[in-house]
């Protein structure tokens, strides 16, 4: 059974940092790309940041480009978002998501991911 669990949301005040952590329970978790989506109310879930299977390729959404890093351990099956000089415009929830995606090149950068998890509110005060 493919379970996703996120963690490492909270309340932080504009300009801080976090660290979001998704554990994934997936067989063949290496052979996935992984993505960290998000939504904040009233508006359609976005894709913040991916990453290949090998985590040889990155993709950062404009809003978060230079901000935010995704990375991978695929020996421990876990993703990880950093979220550096964060902004009110960042409060939402955080969706860890996996596609089968073995291929060479960049992550998928589509929603239709097949896997996701429950989410973890970020909440950014002014």
């Known amino acids: 059974q493919v379970q996703l669990v996120e963690s490492g949301g909270g309340l932080v005040q504009a300009g801080g940092s976090l660290r979001l952590s998704c554990a994934a329970s997936?067989?063949?978790?290496?052979?996935?790309?992984m993505g960290w989506f998000r939504q904040a109310p009233g508006k359609e879930r976005e894709l913040v940041a991916a990453?290949?299977?090998?985590?040889?390729?990155?993709y950062s959404a404009d809003s978060v480009k230079g901000r935010f890093t995704i990375s991978r351990d695929n020996v421990e099956n876990m993703v990880y978002l950093r979220m550096n000089s964060l902004k009110p415009e960042d409060t939402a929830v955080y969706y860890c998501a996996a596609k089968y995606y073995f291929y060479s090149g960049s992550p998928p950068l589509t929603n239709d991911y097949s896997y996701w998890g429950q989410g973890t509110q970020v909440t950014v005060s002014s």
């Open positions: 990453i290949s299977w090998s985590g040889d390729s990155t």
């Open positions: 997936i067989r063949d978790f290496r052979r996935h790309a």
